[in-house]
């Protein structure tokens, strides 16, 4: 398909696991954004990357969560030593630089 | 700190009739600033957007919303509500210059046949 292709769109997991989650943007967007979003909450930003470099990466809430975006197409988020707390649905999007952005469907993180 | 308040949890309208889901901002100079529509278990759907110009900005589905700088507002609004209008609305910001996007906690439509 043409739109945000994020997987796997569900992943549970045991607390203190390491989880990675993938994001596929739409071909030619050179700006992607990680965002995550619990129940009852709007999008809480993570990072953005521009091209290959994560141009803000502010949101990561500690040094467990990492992205990188190596050929500036598909990007990865990494969560280390998962805890009960980083359990949310964790979006991408990605931008044609017009400002608005074409979000994946998410990835629905559930840390037991 | 640039901030997006959406000050209703919830609005319920009855299918044809007008509806307003408010949204105020607190950002620095002159943001762009969003609408997008989440469905159930869907991601976040651009609806519209503002970048300068005419306050009354145009979108999908028929919405449209209204710019008001010295209210610092951007209020969706629709003529006529339809049931499948029923879903989760987030209004967002971005400074100019920058390319953080913050949004809303979201505001649940319930448009009632």
């Known amino acids: 398909g043409a739109g945000v292709s994020q997987t796997p769109s569900n992943k549970v997991t045991e607390k203190g696991k390491y989880v990675e989650l993938r994001c596929d943007p739409i071909?030619?967007?050179?700006?992607l954004y990680w965002y995550r979003q619990s129940l009852g909450q709007g999008p809480e930003f993570l990072i953005y990357?521009?091209?290959?470099?994560?141009?803000?990466d502010s949101g990561l809430p500690n040094d467990r969560f990492f992205a990188v975006r190596p050929e500036g197409s598909v990007s990865t988020l990494k969560i280390q030593r998962t805890e009960r707390g980083d359990s949310a649905v964790y979006l991408c999007?990605?931008?044609?630089?017009?400002?608005?952005?074409?979000f994946g469907e998410g990835s629905r993180l559930t840390v037991l | 700190a640039q901030s997006v308040a959406q000050p209703e949890d919830q609005v319920n309208v009855a299918e044809g009739n007008p509806l307003t889901v408010k949204c105020t901002y607190s950002?620095?100079?002159?943001?762009?600033l969003f609408w997008y529509v989440q469905y159930p278990n869907r991601g976040l759907q651009f609806l519209l957007k503002?970048?300068?110009?005419?306050?009354l900005v145009k979108g999908s589905y028929g919405f449209e919303a209204e710019f008001n700088k010295s209210q610092t507002s951007f209020h969706l609004k629709k003529p006529s509500a339809l049931v499948s209008d029923s879903a989760l609305y987030f209004c967002?910001?971005?400074?100019?210059?920058?390319?953080?996007?913050?949004f809303g906690t979201g505001t649940k439509l319930q448009v009632i046949p």
């Open positions: 967002a910001a971005l400074k100019r210059g920058y390319q953080k996007v913050t």
């Open positions: 999007a990605s931008s044609p630089e017009t400002g608005e952005l074409f």
């Open positions: 503002y970048i300068t110009g005419d306050n």
């Open positions: 990357f521009q091209g290959t470099g994560a141009a803000d």
């Open positions: 071909s030619g967007h050179t700006a």
């Open positions: 950002v620095s100079g002159n943001p762009y």
